[in-house]
C-alpha cells in the first residue's frame, strides 16, 4: 500500500521539483548505505508508505500497471485514516517537512493503525545550517534562510518539530524501543572522506535546486 499524503501546500511543484525529490532519495540511499530502510523487518505482510508522492503530481505519475499486492490511495494523511486499527507490519514516512500541522495526531495515528511487534521508520531531516567548529556566523545568509524558513512555516500552519523531538513524539505515541539515528549531511562536497563528499556533493546540488521552490512559497505567503 502507498499512500499519498497533502503535498507541502506552500512548496511550488512542477516537473524540475519532481526531479530534485528523485535526487533526495538518492541521497537518503547514501546516508542509509543502499538500504530503504533500517527496522529488522521479517516477511512484513503489510506497508503503508505514507506520503509516497506530491498529491497535485502523484495523479500524472501514477503507473498505468502496478504489481496486484500494490494499491495507491490519494487521501490526506492528516484526516481520520480509513484503515482499520493494528493493520500494517510497517509503517514509514519520509520528508514531510513543511506537510503537517499536528505531529503528534499523526504518531497516533500510526500507532493505532500498526500491528504488535509492528515498525514505524520516520525519516527527516533540518533545515537549518550548523558547522562542526562553529564558525558559521549567525547572520550568514544560510542561516538567515533557515530561521526564516522556520518562521514561515510555524506561520502557515506547519511547524517543523526540532530534529529531536520526533523520538519522544514516538513513545508518547505509544511506540517502545524506539531507536534514533542521527547521520551527518555535509551541505557541500568539501569533506576529506569520500562518502561524505559524495553526500555532499549531492545535498549541494539538491539545496540550489530546491531552494526556490521552498522560498517562493513560504516566504511570500507568510512573511510577506
Not at 501546500?9 to 533526495?24: G, Y
Not at 543502499?34 to 527496522?39: E, I, R
Not at 500491528?115 to 514505524?120: A, D, I, M, R
Request: charged content about 25%; aromatic content about 10%.
Amino acid at each position: 500500500m502507498a499512500a499519498a499524503t497533502a503535498p507541502a501546500p506552500h512548496v511550488e511543484a512542477d516537473q524540475n521539483e519532481l526531479e530534485r525529490i528523485d535526487l533526495e532519495n538518492h541521497l537518503f540511499s547514501l546516508l542509509l548505505g543502499g538500504k530503504l530502510h533500517l527496522a529488522p523487518l521479517r516477511s512484513p505482510q503489510r506497508i503503508l508508505d505514507l506520503g509516497t508522492g506530491p498529491l497535485t503530481s502523484l495523479i500524472s505519475i501514477l503507473p498505468q500497471k502496478v504489481s496486484p499486492n500494490l494499491r495507491f490511495q490519494i487521501d490526506d494523511a492528516e484526516d481520520e485514516w480509513t484503515f482499520p486499527e493494528d493493520s500494517f507490519d510497517f509503517i514509514c514516512w519520509r520528508l514531510l517537512i513543511a506537510s503537517i500541522s499536528d505531529y503528534s495526531k499523526l504518531f497516533q495515528q500510526a500507532f493505532r493503525h500498526t500491528k504488535p511487534g509492528g515498525y514505524l521508520e520516520v525519516h527527516d531531516v533540518d533545515p537549518s545550517f550548523y558547522c562542526d567548529d562553529e564558525t558559521l556566523p549567525k547572520d550568514s545568509s544560510s542561516c538567515q534562510w533557515s530561521e526564516l524558513f522556520l518562521e514561515a512555516c510555524k506561520k502557515l500552519g506547519r511547524p517543523i518539530p526540532s530534529i529531536d523531538a520526533y523520538k519522544k513524539s514516538m513513545e508518547e505515541a505509544g511506540f517502545v524501543d524506539v531507536e534514533e539515528r542521527v547521520f551527518k549531511q555535509p551541505s557541500n562536497p568539501w569533506p576529506e572522506d569520500p562518502q561524505l563528499k559524495e553526500i555532499g556533493a549531492f545535498t549541494c546540488a539538491n539545496h540550489i535546486d530546491d531552494v526556490h521552490a521552498f522560498t517562493i512559497g513560504p516566504f511570500t505567503r507568510a512573511l510577506n
